[in-house]
């Protein structure tokens, strides 16, 4: 498989629930990005679950296993010029996706997503497993 490819938190609560599509395509991927943004919601998920616990420790031994991407000062302009750029258009996304796209951006990665709303950035590709 080429390209590389940044995952979203809906690609891998797919993964976790062994959706098999997701699972084949994670596995054929060289190495999987993540940003950290994505380790936090998938955080928030598990520390609101009945087995918050079980949950939490899975997010932490997944998050050992991929390449997570962090926020740094190019990701903040690219942020600054992607919320701009959604406010000209009156087409306001998540605050935590602005943030995964500017990831994205920085890193020339392909977002892979369920959300349709990371199509009304401009300069990523997105792919939805």
Avoid at 9 to 20: H, T
Avoid at 23 to 33: H, I, M, Q, S
Avoid at 64 to 75: K, P, Y
Avoid at 88 to 94: A, C, Q
Wanted: glycine content about 6%; hydrophobic content about 45%; charged content about 25%.
């Amino acid at each position: 498989m080429s390209g590389r490819y940044l995952l979203d938190s809906n690609i891998v609560i797919a993964f976790f629930g062994n959706e098999k599509a997701v699972v084949d395509r994670v596995k054929e991927l060289p190495e999987v990005f993540v940003p950290v943004i994505v380790v936090g919601e998938l955080l928030y998920g598990a520390a609101k679950s009945a087995r918050s616990l079980e949950n939490a420790r899975r997010v932490r031994h997944f998050a050992q296993s991929v390449s997570l991407l962090a926020v740094d000062r190019a990701t903040a302009e690219s942020y600054a010029i992607i919320k701009n750029e959604l406010r000209g258009k009156g087409r306001p996304i998540p605050e935590n996706d602005i943030w995964i796209a500017a990831i994205a951006i920085e890193h020339h990665l392909t977002v892979v997503t369920r959300d349709p709303h990371f199509n009304e950035v401009n300069g990523i590709l997105v792919e939805s497993w």
